[in-house]
């Protein structure tokens, strides 16, 4: 099993890092990072982990727990609901909001890494409250979203691969994982 590298807390973010959020402070902070020989953009990257639109249980968390509001239906625009607010040669930023919070998820791709950054801004006191033991949940599944992406992109590149099957990219959402370990 690929190692994720994980670092949480705003100080143990390199600041190149954290200046490709976008929040006027932030409260929260992590990056999971993995090590592959899978390519794609990362744009590719974002879309592999969360997909075009929110999944059941991203809808039960994003907008259920956190009421993020997210954009309905595809676009280019979003990934899984979260606005496309940034972007380089090696890196997305994508954005919602709540009336609590508001949070940055961001995905770099570059040399031989996919990382996953997460920030978040308790724009009121719920968020204090919300997020902490969800974070718990959060740090446990980053992982295994990296992973799974990484599958679904070598899954789509590798020439041996069924091309004609249109499900061949679906990540399953964490709870489908149940019974394996990670």
Known sequence: MAVVDAAVGVHALPESFRALGSLPAIDYADRFTLATDASATPEQWARAMFGDVPGFAQ???????LGLRLSRGRSPDTVAGWRVTGRGEDWIRLEAASWFLSGNLVVRAAGGKVSLGTFLYYARR?????WPPLSAVHRRLAPGLLR??????????????????????RVRAPESRKGRTR
């Open 59 to 65: 809808q039960v968390i994003w907008r259920g727990l």
């Open 126 to 130: 719920p968020g204090h409250r919300v």
């Open 148 to 169: 799974d992406a990484a599958a679904a992109i070598e899954g789509r590149t590798r020439p041996d691969k069924d091309r004609t099957r249109p499900d061949r990219n």
